[in-house]
């Protein structure tokens, strides 16, 4: 079982992952990306959908066309965990892949 984060792991945290924010609604963390077409759009959501199946720990996410909505929050503690954090960086890699 995860173990949701105290409020200074998640300071420290998001101080290195600027492209985060916290939800207004939830403990848990946002991302927009906007890709230049739904094709790269869906290429960029296939390399996460490996690295969450890989991590054991999935996105909620909406797409329309090239804009990837992404919430990570860990469903098992109702908040943020370590592995949101390991995941936001996984993600944060492969935007930088593709010019984000
Ligand atoms: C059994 C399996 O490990 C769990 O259901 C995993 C799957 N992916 C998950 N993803 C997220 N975001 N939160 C979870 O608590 C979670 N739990």
Do not use: C
Not at 3 to 29: C, G, M
Not at 33 to 48: E, G, H, I, N
């Amino acid at each position: 079982m995860r173990q949701k984060l105290s409020d200074e792991a998640k300071a420290l945290a998001l101080a290195t992952l600027p492209n985060w924010h916290l939800s207004a609604e939830r403990d848990a963390i946002e991302r927009r990306l906007v890709l230049k077409d739904f094709s790269q759009a869906f290429a960029f959501m296939t390399r996460v959908a490996i690295a969450a199946e890989q991590l054991d720990h999935h996105p909620e996410w909406f797409n329309v066309y090239r804009t990837v909505d992404i919430l990570l929050s860990t469903h098992d503690v109702d908040g943020l965990s370590d592995l949101d954090i390991a995941l936001a960086r996984r993600i944060d890699a492969f935007a930088a892949d593709f010019g984000l």
